[in-house]
């Protein structure tokens, strides 16, 4: 069945940056985009942006714009988030989901999360 | 773009029902037929489990239905359960290419 499998957990020092990858299986990855979405310890959702991986193109909720990158490697059917400049508040889980943009716009599966601690 | 407003707790026993509301705006859940629902247990990744305002994925009980009235939408969970517990988050398109989520709905059965 269709998967999103996620790098694993990653500790980071204020300032610093972190990639984390989402490897994708059992459909056409240029189909769908990927969004990303994070959740802070007992807090919500919150999305972060999208890549539509056919084009690369990528939209980004305001509050990340000019310190995230999202990327697409169709040659492995793997998205990548790189967040820049961390911050104690950035600590969160990270999601990756399949992402129905323009044909309905849900988000269906979801990767299983990659939690990512921002300390000194 | 503001998270949509959602109650922080919701319950019921088991059989009853709960409906859980979304309220946005007129350029978000007003303006699309593109909300959807999620449910997220402890420690796991959500699931969604409806998508365009009423429609259920393949394998969700159809004791989950959605509705929407201007700009407030709505889950209902029928015939609760037990493994029902858990929390629940709605979703917008917002336009502009962008997406808002609910602040979440804890539900106790």
């Known amino acids: 069945q269709v998967q999103l499998v996620q790098s694993g957990p990653e500790v980071k020092k204020p300032g610093a940056s972190v990639k984390v990858s989402c490897k994708t299986s059992?459909?056409?990855?240029?189909?769908?985009?990927i969004s990303w979405v994070r959740q802070a310890p007992g807090q919500g959702l919150e999305w972060m942006g999208w890549?539509?991986?056919?084009?690369?193109?990528?939209d980004y909720a305001h509050k990340f714009q000019g310190r995230i990158t999202m990327t697409a490697d169709t040659s492995t059917s793997t998205a990548y988030m790189d967040l820049r400049s961390l911050k104690s508040d950035d600590t969160a889980i990270y999601f990756c989901?399949?992402?129905?943009?323009?044909?309905?716009?849900?988000?269906?599966?979801w990767g299983q999360g990659t939690l990512v601690t921002v300390s000194a | 773009q503001s998270a949509l407003t959602q109650p922080p707790s919701a319950s019921g026993s088991l059989g009853q029902s709960v409906t859980i509301s979304c309220t946005g705006t007129s350029r978000d859940v007003g303006a699309y037929e593109y909300v959807s629902w999620y449910q997220q247990h402890p420690g796991k990744a959500p699931k969604l489990i409806i998508y365009?305002?009423?429609k259920r994925p393949s394998g969700v009980p159809d004791r989950f239905s959605g509705s929407k009235s201007g700009n407030t939408a709505s889950l209902t969970v029928s015939g609760l359960q037990a493994e029902d517990e858990a929390d629940y988050y709605c979703n917008s398109y917002g336009g502009s290419d962008n997406y808002v989520f609910g602040t979440g709905t804890k539900v106790t059965v």
């Open positions: 059992d459909y056409t990855f240029t189909n769908y985009a």
């Open positions: 890549i539509t991986t056919y084009n690369g193109d990528t």
């Open positions: 365009e305002v009423v």
């Open positions: 989901v399949r992402d129905f943009l323009g044909q309905g716009n849900w988000f269906d599966p």
